[in-house]
């Protein structure tokens, strides 16, 4: 059990567009969502925690128009990197946390990688 | 944001030899977990300490949430090759807004045969 999915796994596109990614809890309803960024050989650094219907609360340093975040429901969370650009390429990976997983346990998505050429 | 220190930063054992790493912060947690990354993979949960003192085992993993509740250290016995990876510590103050994890810097384990 306690299953999270990201889609997609990985992405290419072209500087100033925008990208969308995915995270899904596939056997639990995930009242809060976690959104990491991780740098080649560097440790997750949390971007931003958000609960199910309400907005997002972005860690100090995180522009909250550039990491558009929503989390309509208990099972989806959508992270969408708004007019990306080189520096924006890395590693993003979810966390999930809710009933059923243990009070407090976030179980980790397997990360979508995102190069912005 | 803060970070955990960890180390060793990583290590080339041999395979069939205990792997020590050990997480030190300056501030206290209430729960102390042990994440294995996979290149290319989220990281998956090996251990969760939930009491200072406490110790835990998970096969051939062996966790302590220090007395302190500022460290804590992982023991790998008998290594395999599958246990290559990069290990990571996470703190985490339970409750609201605090429940979000503090990772530290990682040790980096490669095995060798």
């Known amino acids: 059990g306690a299953v999270v999915s990201q889609h997609p796994s990985r992405v290419i596109c072209k500087s100033g567009t925008s990208v969308k990614i995915e995270c899904r809890s596939l056997?639990?309803?995930?009242?809060?969502m976690f959104w990491y960024r991780q740098f080649p050989k560097k440790s997750l650094m949390l971007m931003a925690t958000?609960?199910?219907?309400?907005?997002?609360?972005?860690e100090q340093g995180v522009e909250k128009d550039k990491f558009l975040i929503n989390h309509a429901s208990l099972t989806l969370s959508t992270l969408t990197v708004t007019s990306a650009h080189p520096e924006d390429s890395s590693f993003y990976i979810c966390?999930?946390?809710?009933?059923?997983?243990?009070?407090?346990?976030?179980?980790f998505g397997p990360g979508t990688r995102l190069t912005v050429l | 944001g803060q970070q955990l220190n960890q180390s060793p930063q990583s290590m080339f054992i041999q395979e069939g030899e205990d792997v020590s790493m050990n997480c030190t912060s300056s501030?206290?947690?209430?729960?102390w977990l042990w994440y294995k990354q996979d290149p290319g993979e989220g990281p998956v949960l090996l251990i969760a300490?939930?009491?200072?003192?406490e110790l835990t085992s998970n096969g051939r993993l062996t966790a302590q949430f220090g007395i302190t509740r500022k460290d804590s250290f992982l023991n790998i016995s008998a290594s395999i090759p599958s246990d290559v990876g990069i290990y990571f510590c996470a703190g985490q103050l339970s409750g609201g807004t605090a429940s979000k994890l503090t990772f530290g810097t990682g040790t980096r384990l490669q095995v060798t045969l």
């Open positions: 966390s999930a946390r809710g009933t059923g997983t243990g009070t407090d346990t976030q179980y």
């Open positions: 056997d639990f309803q995930a009242t809060t």
């Open positions: 501030s206290i947690f209430n729960t």
């Open positions: 300490l939930y009491k200072a003192g």
């Open positions: 958000s609960n199910e219907g309400s907005k997002a609360t972005y």
